[in-house]
Every structure is written in structure tokens, then in C-alpha cells.
Nanobody
């Protein structure tokens, strides 16, 4: 199992980033995909989930209307479009694959820093 996460970086408040997580080594279309984030000194939190069929669920109230999760099963890739970024969005962002029956895989993380 391998993930290649990309798209993180430094952005000014109000800016946008698009995270990508390309997966291999398992049947991507059979897994629920999620994005988590972890800020320094804080617990990892669930940002958004997307079902096998592409129904998106934003889990954090603080990102509703700003972040959009999507997936392309043909490319084995999940995305997180992040708009109107705020300094409090600064964190390491991780993609996660969840089989729904106890098997899960994690990406290595990509850093997002929102600062002027």
C-alpha cells in the first residue's frame, strides 16, 4: 500500500490549496476515503469523508463551505479543495483509507501552513 500526498505548502490567509492523495496497492474504489489533520500540540481530527460512491461528508463545522472533498476512482486519487484558508487551518493533513470493516491505511501527510 502506498500513498503519494501532494499540494500542501505555505499560503496567505484567504488563499486556496488543493491537496491530492494518490493511492496504490489496494482496491481504492472499495474504500471510504477521509482527510484528517493534526496541528502541533493537538489531537488528530477528522476533516472530511467521502463514500465509495462519491458522497461527500464534511465533518468539521469550521470547514463547511470552505473545504470540498472529492475522489476520482479511475485515478485512485482523493482530493481536498481548501478555499478561504485561515491561520487555524495550519496543520499536517493526512489521507486515510477505511475499508469499513476494520482495515485502514494512512498517508504520510502533507503540511499546510496559513500565514501572512
Amino acid at each position: 500500500v502506498q500513498f503519494v500526498e501532494s499540494g500542501g505548502g505555505l499560503v496567505q490567509p484567504g488563499g486556496s490549496l488543493r491537496l491530492s492523495c494518490a493511492a496504490s496497492g489496494f482496491t481504492f474504489s472499495g474504500y471510504i476515503m477521509r482527510w484528517y489533520r493534526q496541528a502541533p500540540g493537538k489531537e488528530r481530527e477528522l476533516v472530511a469523508s467521502i463514500t465509495r460512491g462519491g458522497a461527500a461528508i464534511n465533518s468539521l463545522d469550521s470547514v463547511k463551505g470552505r473545504f470540498t472533498i472529492s475522489r476520482d476512482n479511475a485515478k485512485n486519487t482523493v482530493y481536498l479543495q481548501m478555499d478561504s484558508l485561515k491561520p487555524e487551518d495550519t496543520a499536517m493533513y493526512y489521507c486515510n483509507a477505511d475499508s469499513g470493516w476494520g482495515q485502514a491505511y494512512w498517508g504520510q501527510g502533507t503540511q499546510v501552513t496559513v500565514s501572512s
